[in-house]
């Protein structure tokens, strides 16, 4: 059999597809990546097309990859969500196909799947259940031919319950860590604060200490701060902090709100990075919708740094979002 896999979106390696290509390579198939959503004038009739795109932004990419490969299986949350690729590949066979992404040094992987929270904007419950161990380091790690370089999947990393392990086998293992989907630090204790700064996680280009975390709710504020100030007194700057901030979710939102959230964290050194509810979806928006993606730019381009919010121009701009590709708000 021929096998087209294709990544229509996302910046990082995509672990479903890797597992595909793997397995079906397994199966002694002729597996070929692809990243065009259109077939190129060399490529061969499939007899298999699988597609993902993770994000809903993606909706007409997707529309032109299915109509270039009628039946093609395309999955992720800017596809067909509830399809899981354990349907098609053995939850017992691991291996990961890399050789999409020759340019990747790293190794990707989760310690754990699911979330101890069910936050109703979010998928992460649905398709993944509760907080569960899954790979440990050295399953996830390709070996000695790759850089100690380990990019995280994790939703909940201290909802593992095996999570004192896995600190033990990265910080010993003298690991580089990014935990890409970030840490809740509504939960986080002082035990694992301390855990955080022996990991000392990395961005995304393993270039500068980070760690990714988010405040979505303006009811969480102490408990977002409580969780700051364990990271701070553990020795972990919170210059080192990068915090999603979803916007236009909660129907009480004013721009006052948002404001306050941001103001208190660029108040304490923290990296605000706003999403906006609603994406494609027209329904899903607030009446607020605009003028956040106004707001979103103006903190992303870091231009808050030095101009007020009101006096800033609704020019468009190219934003890099981390672990995502580029594009333009
Ligand atoms: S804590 Fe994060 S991963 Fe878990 S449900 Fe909420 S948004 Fe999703």
């Not at 002694?28 to 259109?38: A, N």
């Not at 093609?72 to 017992?92: C, F, H, K």
């Not at 409580?226 to 020795?235: K, M, N, S, V």
């Amino acid at each position: 059999m021929i096998v087209r896999i294709t990544q229509i979106d996302g910046k990082l390696p995509n672990l479903a597809l890797m597992r595909l290509a793997a397995w079906h390579r397994a199966q002694g198939d002729d597996v070929r990546w692809e990243r065009g959503v259109s077939p190129g004038l060399m490529e061969p009739a499939y007899d298999l097309v699988y597609g993902s795109a993770i994000f809903a932004t993606s909706a007409k990419a997707v529309e032109v990859f299915r109509a270039n490969f009628p039946g093609a299986i395309v999955g992720g949350s800017g596809g067909d969500s509830a399809l899981r690729v354990e349907a098609i590949v053995p939850t017992q066979f691991t291996a990961l196909d890399y050789s999409g992404y020759p340019d990747f040094t790293a190794s990707i992987g989760y310690t754990m799947r699911g979330c101890r929270f069910k936050c109703g904007f979010c998928i992460v419950p649905k398709q993944e259940g509760k907080a569960r161990a899954a790979s440990p380091i050295a399953q996830i790690w390709r070996g000695d031919d790759y850089p100690r370089h380990l990019h995280l999947l994790d939703n909940d990393f201290f909802g593992n319950p095996e999570w004192r392990d896995r600190v033990d086998d990265i910080v010993d293992g003298g690991f580089k860590v990014c935990i890409n989907q970030g840490i809740n630090v509504r939960l986080l204790d002082d035990e694992q604060a301390t855990a955080i700064v022996k990991m000392a996680p990395w961005d995304d280009g393993f270039s500068r200490r980070r760690l990714y975390t988010a405040w979505d709710n303006i009811g969480d504020e102490r408990v977002f701060f409580d969780g700051i100030d364990r990271l701070e007194h553990a020795g972990w700057k919170s210059t080192w902090v990068f915090a999603y901030m979803l916007v236009g979710y909660d129907p009480r939102e004013t721009i006052e709100r948002v404001m306050h959230r941001l103001n208190r964290m660029v108040e304490r050194g923290i990296r605000p990075y706003p999403m906006v509810f609603g994406g494609d979806d027209r329904r899903k928006r607030s009446p607020l919708y605009p003028t956040l993606k106004r707001l979103q730019r103006w903190v992303i381009t870091r231009d808050y740094m030095h101009k007020p919010f009101e006096e800033y121009s609704t020019k468009r701009a190219r934003v890099e979002v981390p672990g995502q590709a580029s594009l333009f708000v």
